[in-house]
């Protein structure tokens, strides 16, 4: 199971918060269902962002639903504008977010397959140019590859140190 992966590498904070709502209410609101483990994840470790920024939306509330539409339509404009050849949700296989970064990186399921199949794409700022890669799933998994330094081009190449891998309870923004 992806997510025990992820435990054992970084464990969940002591108080997670925003652990409990409605599923069928988010996926029916985007028209998706989504992976099991980040389900999973987001039932233990609830609302907060690994260590260095890196904040994953959670979709059981308002302000974690509002966030990823806000970046849907951010990123909409920015390809009308640039002529980015983007494949952004709805369209299917397409774009889905999930988290971001300080740094402006925004981090996106490929909804392309069964959802627990999904792979995981960096959108860079600054390199809207260079193509797409697309790293495996599950997005658990992913989580804790990323923070082993598989992905030297990700969040500007600096590698994570061992006292930075953890994850900081906070309430969705609002």
């Known amino acids: 199971m992806a997510l025990e992966e992820l ?6 904070p002591a108080d997670p918060v925003d652990t409990d709502g409605d599923w069928a209410l988010a996926e029916q609101e985007f028209g998706l269902t989504f992976p099991t483990d980040y389900k999973q994840f987001v039932e233990t470790y609830g609302s907060g962002e690994f260590q260095r920024g890196l904040v994953i939306a959670n979709l059981l509330t308002s302000e974690g639903r509002q966030a990823v539409r806000t970046d849907l339509e951010r990123y909409a404009d920015l390809k009308e504008a640039c002529e980015h050849e983007y494949i952004l949700h ?6 889905f977010p999930f988290g971001s970064d300080v740094n402006g990186h925004l981090y996106c399921w490929w909804t392309e397959g069964e959802p627990d199949e999904w792979g995981v794409v960096q959108l860079f700022h600054g390199y809207e140019d260079d193509p797409l890669e697309i790293v495996p799933g599950p997005v658990t998994s992913f989580f ?5 330094n598989a992905y030297d081009n990700m969040l500007g190449g600096i590698p994570f140190e061992p006292e930075q891998l953890n994850f900081a309870s906070r309430p969705q923004p609002v």
């Open 90 to 95: 709805p369209e299917c296989p397409g774009l």
């Open 144 to 148: 804790v590859r990323f923070m082993s």
């Open 7 to 12: 435990l054992n590498f970084i464990p969940p």
